[in-house]
């Protein structure tokens, strides 16, 4: 069985990682913000960089792990390629931590119970909201932001947060943490945006108002869109979707906006037509590991085919990058737990190493190799012809060079003379280990015929690699 004391000293084929008395030495580093690129299409670095986010969903992170179990979970997140980690700051009103410290004073979202001093020997000068500063501030030192949820859907949707109290409790977070630069906020919390609007509206409102800097979005309920609601409030700097756990066949629901089962990049399409342009990312797809249709333990689980298709898939659609989740890592679910959510059956320790959170990072080193990062635009027009679900390609390009995901290895017929020169160098590029292959070279027009190594079945999937010459 893997433990934290285990692992604490050697992570990831050594990589040291500091735990105890040693991590309390860590400091604070400022990373760079984030901003908006100027298409309005990507994000950057407030020094003109780009920023692919590649996320994890960490929900629970703030809840339910230690100091030194945070440290051992962001390292390993740091070593696989994340820099962003999507949590809870309340998944519950009140919530309460590992150490027994309660979020709130009489469960009141508008008084949350702040003590003096962050000494975590002392009970009374340490509390709920030093633990999570402490985490953002870990998360820092490892290059990773914070994604934070300032409280999640179901109280809400339950009664328990008003206009009034979520305006204090707003006014709270955000003078706590708007000078902490790794800090993104993700109003919301799998809910409908049109259940509570006020409660979202106010909050957005008055985390904007205090926090000019850090970048705001909503995250929705599964098959729906922050396009659907709040594209057009002055708060909201990028869109998210959560594409959600259904098969194709599971997604029949009459009361969801949108059936597109699988097709993740439908939704990114979507919200790449809005106008004005905004930023959009899938931020909770199907996870690793967790059911089919989420509730019904009995059926298949995802896997890491699954995960790669969707994470291709909706980037190449014009995503700005892409959330990871895993069924264990997402609720923290550790040996002691009593309940367990979605059939997790390993504990977070052993889902932090499934084998599509390793694959996750192959896809931000391709993007980021290329040039004219802020150049790069979905185009079907690569196609010659196409499928349907599985056998859908989705293709992407710049003037110079053009990258198409084939879920399936099967045959690909290309039209050349898309991208500039007038022949073009082709690879193919493996998902699965980030290993390049050289196909050829080819001459720039007509249409080209490509066929991936390996058979034609669900998961042989490639990436068809041109760049003008």
């Known amino acids: 069985m893997l433990s934290v004391k285990n692992i ?15 991590a309390e030495k860590l400091t604070k580093e400022e990373l760079p913000r984030l901003e908006v690129s100027e298409n309005g299409r990507y994000l950057s670095t407030e020094k003109g960089d780009p920023f692919f986010w590649l996320g994890d969903t960490g929900w629970l992170l703030f809840n339910k792990l230690d100091r030194d179990e945070a440290e051992v979970y962001l390292e390993d997140r740091k070593q696989k390629g994340y820099n962003v980690v999507q ?6 009103v009140p919530s309460v931590n590992v150490y027994g410290d309660s979020s709130l004073i009489d469960g009141d979202i508008a008084q949350p119970r702040v003590t003096m001093g962050n000494n975590p020997e002392n009970e009374d000068e340490y509390d709920y909201w030093d633990h999570i500063d402490y985490i953002i501030d870990l998360a820092a030192d ?23 109290q979520a305006e204090k409790y707003a006014t709270f977070l955000a003078n706590r943490w708007k000078d902490r630069s790794n ?12 259940d509570s609007t006020q409660v979202w509206q106010t909050i957005g409102k008055t985390i904007r108002e205090i926090d000019a800097e850090n970048l705001i979005t909503f995250h929705p309920r599964g ?6 609601w709040f594209h057009d409030s002055p708060w909201l700097d990028f869109n998210m979707v959560q594409s959600g756990h259904r098969r194709y066949d599971q997604d029949t629901s009459q009361n969801e906006q949108k059936h597109y089962g699988e097709d993740n990049w439908r939704y990114i399409n979507d919200d790449w037509a809005y106008s004005p342009a905004k930023p959009t990312i899938d931020a909770e797809p199907s996870y690793e590991g967790i059911p089919q ?21 909706s980037v190449f659609a014009g995503a700005f990058g892409f959330t990871y989740g895993q069924n264990s890592v997402m609720q923290m679910h550790s040996a002691t737990d009593t309940t367990t959510a979605y059939g997790s059956d390993e504990t977070w320790l052993e889902g932090m190493q499934a084998p599509g959170a390793g694959q996750m990072r192959y896809l931000k080193e391709l993007i980021l190799s290329k040039d004219n990062y802020f150049e790069r635009v979905p185009d079907q027009s690569l196609l010659a012809e196409n499928g349907e679900q599985y056998e859908r390609l989705i293709a992407c390009r710049t003037d110079d060079y053009a990258l198409i995901y084939n879920y399936t290895g099967r045959d690909m017929k ?10 073009v160098k082709a690879q193919w590029f493996n998902p699965r280990n980030g290993e390049l292959t050289e196909i050829g070279t080819f001459e720039n027009q007509g249409v080209q015929e490509f066929k991936p190594e390996g058979e034609h079945q669900d998961g042989n999937d490639w990436v068809l690699v041109l760049e003008s010459i």
């Not at 098959?223 to 659907?228: F, G, M, N, V």
Request: charged share 15%.
């Open 8 to 22: 604490c000293v050697a992570l990831m084929a050594g990589a040291f990682v500091a735990c105890g008395p040693e």
């Open 87 to 92: 949590a809870m700051v309340l998944h519950t």
């Open 142 to 164: 490892k290059g990773i932001y914070m994604a934070v949820v300032p409280v999640w859907g179901s109280p809400v949707k339950a009664g328990l947060v008003n206009s009034s």
């Open 183 to 194: 800090i993104i906020w993700l109003n919301g919390g799998d809910i409908h945006g049109s």
């Open 223 to 228: 098959r729906t869109a922050s396009t659907d």
């Open 293 to 313: 249709g989420l509730h019904d333990i009995t059926e298949p689980r995802w896997n890491d085919a699954d995960v790669r298709r969707y994470a291709y898939w």
């Open 414 to 423: 290309v039209n050349m003379g898309v991208i500039n020169g007038q022949e």
